[in-house]
């Protein structure tokens, strides 16, 4: 048989884009590996920092009366390189870290949950301990997480100083840190929970693929969020959206501060609470505050609905604040750039990225008020991120209802609200709008 040109053409090129694409993922597998391995040759015999090895790390603030700093980083992910090349190499910082015992820990299959809780969805955390193990203090950047050529360690900077001074002032400041400190946990370790027990070993593979190796801390939420899923309970809400940023309150803050505050949004929680720009946040409910990580673990923490009273710093002058967190105030939190979330779009959006229609685009296409006008900005296109491409969903479709949720309602909300709904598989019905025709379809919640 005799192959039409025109087919042996498009054959070409499939053939091309596919080993386009085989190449470079068979890249990126290279350079994280590689990364990671430099990682190691470079520093686990460096002066300064401890190499996976937080046990030593405490034995020497003990034996040194200094506080402990553990860097966690995600070595093979790009985001946060610039904060991360700074940290080691950088000047401006080397001196304020002499006052710290450091250790480097990209290892995170065996970490006491219990005592490493920070926001899990972060390629770069820091924690800083007391030698007898309470925490001062975290410290994590969306900033850089966002921008991995961002290189500015201003912000961390100021939270080493806050946290130097709560060490030097231990006796006034150790009964202060209770609130900072990490809740229970239902597994004691990332290789225990359901999901990667079996999968990972304590050690990292240094003989094998180390990369595979190795447990990602965003997983760690992952894997709580799929072991609440498999048993068919509703997910937590701080699962859902946890580590909530001050603009989820309503506070903007200054970035190389950290705890100072740049604006407050009209109408806002943080606006009825009191707060004005210029104040700077020194303490929650009587934990003191040394960064934005500090201020997004005591929202993580509170209750929905909830009280707390916010110390600030104003003109010279302490005062107190009364913050009322109002029932749901937890879903008005922007989760869309986290990485695990692209896990909960597949539980519930069927993989869709969703974005919300501006005012002006709703007049537009005359939308009414009650529709929710999402637009599906994007499909998952395996697995179970395929299910709703599989049911007939199209990039550009204008989602106007779904079975059961009542608008309007951002991704994020929206998430939170099939989680609750849905905590078991199931199909929902949804209407769409594409190319000026409605349309009924559905998609399995999974």
């Given at each position: ?12 090129l ?44 405490f034995?020497?603030?003990?034996k ?41 820990l ?45 290189t ?22 150790k ?19 359901p ?6 070993q ?77 104040d ?143 905590p ?22 999974q």
């Open positions: 048989m005799v192959i039409p040109r025109r087919i042996i053409a498009v054959l070409s499939v053939c091309c884009f596919g080993h386009g694409f085989s190449q470079g993922f068979a890249d990126e597998k290279n350079r994280r590996e590689q990364a990671v391995r430099e990682d190691k040759k470079n520093l686990a015999s460096d002066a300064r920092w401890l190499y996976n090895d937080v046990q030593t790390g034995e020497a603030a003990k040194l009366g200094k506080p402990l700093l553990v860097v966690l980083r995600c070595v093979p992910c790009k985001a946060c390189t610039g904060i991360d090349e700074s940290v080691l190499k950088s000047k401006d910082l080397q001196a304020l870290l002499d006052d710290f015992v450091c250790v480097r990209i290892n995170a299959n065996d970490i006491d949950l219990s005592q490493f809780q920070f926001d899990y969805d972060l390629s770069f955390s820091s924690l800083i301990f007391h030698p007898e193990g309470s925490l001062i203090a975290r410290y994590g950047s969306w900033q850089h997480q966002l921008d991995e050529a961002e500015s360690t201003k912000s961390l900077q100021a939270a080493l100083q806050k946290a130097r001074t709560i060490h030097k002032d231990w006796e006034q400041n009964d202060r840190v209770g609130p900072k400190q990490g809740g229970t946990t239902p597994f004691k370790t990332p290789i225990q929970i999901g990667l027990a079996g999968k990972y304590r050690e990292l593979n240094w003989e094998g693929n180390v990369v595979q190796s190795c447990v990602h801390c965003h997983q760690i939420g992952d894997a709580y969020r799929a072991w609440y899923r498999k048993q068919g309970q509703v997910i937590p809400k701080d699962l859902i959206y946890p580590m909530p940023d001050p603009i989820t309150i309503g506070l903007k803050m200054y970035q190389d501060v950290g705890t100072k505050v740049r604006e407050v949004q009209p109408g806002s929680i943080a606006q009825q609470a009191g707060f004005k720009p210029g700077d946040i020194t303490a929650i409910d009587g934990a003191p505050m040394v960064s934005i990580a500090d201020i997004a673990w005591a929202l993580h923490r509170s209750s929905d609905p909830g009280k707390s009273v916010w110390t600030v710093q104003r003109d010279s002058k302490l005062m107190d604040l009364q913050m009322t967190l109002g029932p749901g105030w937890r879903s008005h939190s922007n989760i869309a750039s986290r990485v695990g979330t692209w896990q909960m779009r597949a539980m519930v959006q069927g993989g869709m990225v969703l974005r919300t229609l501006d005012a002006s685009k709703r007049q537009e296409l005359g939308l009414a008020q009650e529709d929710l006008g999402l637009v599906v900005h994007g499909l998952g296109e395996y697995g179970e991120h395929a299910a709703a491409k599989n049911a007939g969903f199209r990039k550009g479709d204008i989602v106007l209802t779904i079975q059961g949720v009542q608008g309007p309602v951002d991704e994020s909300q929206l998430i939170g609200t099939l989680l609750e709904l849905h078991k598989s199931t199909q929902i019905r949804a209407k769409v709008l594409r190319e000026k025709q409605r349309i009924e379809l559905s998609w399995p919640i």
